[in-house]
């Protein structure tokens, strides 16, 4: 919980031309909603990662805005087509304004 | 039930006697009106209708904290057949939004998965809106036993 958040993203290594892949992503979080509050009765206040976006060679693949009821750990399940061999990049914001990011290449037989 | 419930519970938020649920504040769950005002502006006024979006939760959520949960909309995802934005809300927390994700022609297919919080049974709301205005929608209840724990 104190170390930083640490990112994790599993993609397939190779794809034919133009198929559709499964992409898994995670990052460690606590995603502090905002309304708990600690021993001494005071809110804990709100500190979430509230965007997640994947970019294929500078192309927009999925992005999601995320709320406090997105659970700790935010995981992200979903699919990309894959016209030609390339990199995803992967990119996380928090609430804080630091941006934290991963990259996975894949190639294309 | 519902107010009698929300009375029990707000008695019981100063004792803290549910201490670790994240979206357990003391005070008022979603309104009605929250919802249907969020629905509203994602669907600019539009009815949703039912159809095309499926949206995959349990029926009993073991652990409130952490509920998995997937839409999948049924669409090409290439040319004028286009899934823009999916909403995902939650009619019993304390704020109803939950996530909204963005597909592009580069998404292969309109589908995601995610794990979210419930503070307590409710439902779990997906719309879906289309490249020409359309809007889609599905419900699912999901049961929760015990609100969250742990940490």
């Not at chain 1, 809110?43 to 992005?63: A, D, T």
């Not at chain 2, 020409?132 to 929760?144: F, I, L, N, P, Q």
Request: charged share 20%; glycine share 8%.
């Amino acid at each position: 919980m104190a170390s930083a958040p640490k990112p994790r993203v599993k993609v397939p290594k190779t794809a034919s031309a133009g198929e559709v892949i499964v992409i898994k992503t995670l990052i460690s979080h606590e995603m502090e909603s905002g309304q708990r509050k600690d021993k001494d009765g005071n809110p804990i206040p709100r500190k979430i990662i509230n965007k997640f976006s994947c970019v294929f060679n500078g192309q927009p693949v999925f992005s999601c805005d995320l709320d406090p009821a997105v659970s700790a750990n935010p995981y992200f399940e979903f699919s990309a087509r894959v016209p030609e061999s390339g990199t995803f990049t992967f990119t996380w914001v928090d609430d804080d304004g630091s941006v934290y990011t991963d990259e996975q290449s894949i190639k294309v037989e | 039930m519902t107010l009698s419930r929300r009375r029990v519970l707000m008695l019981a938020a100063g004792a803290a006697a549910i201490p670790a649920l994240q979206l357990f504040p003391g005070s008022s769950f979603a309104a009605a009106e929250d919802v249907a005002k969020m629905m509203a502006d994602f669907s600019g006024g539009k009815e949703p209708q039912t159809g095309k979006i499926t949206l995959t939760a349990p029926e009993i959520a073991e652990n409130g904290n952490t509920v998995p949960i997937s839409v999948d909309v049924d669409s090409a995802m290439d040319g004028a057949d286009m899934v823009d934005a999916v909403m995902i809300l939650a009619d019993g927390n304390p704020r109803p939004e939950v996530a909204t994700f963005h597909f592009t022609a580069m998404s292969g297919s309109a589908a995601a998965t995610t794990r979210m919080r419930l503070a307590r049974t409710q439902n779990v709301i997906a719309l879906a809106r289309m490249a020409d205005g359309s809007v889609y929608m599905d419900k699912k209840e999901v049961k929760v036993t015990i609100g969250g724990c742990g940490g």
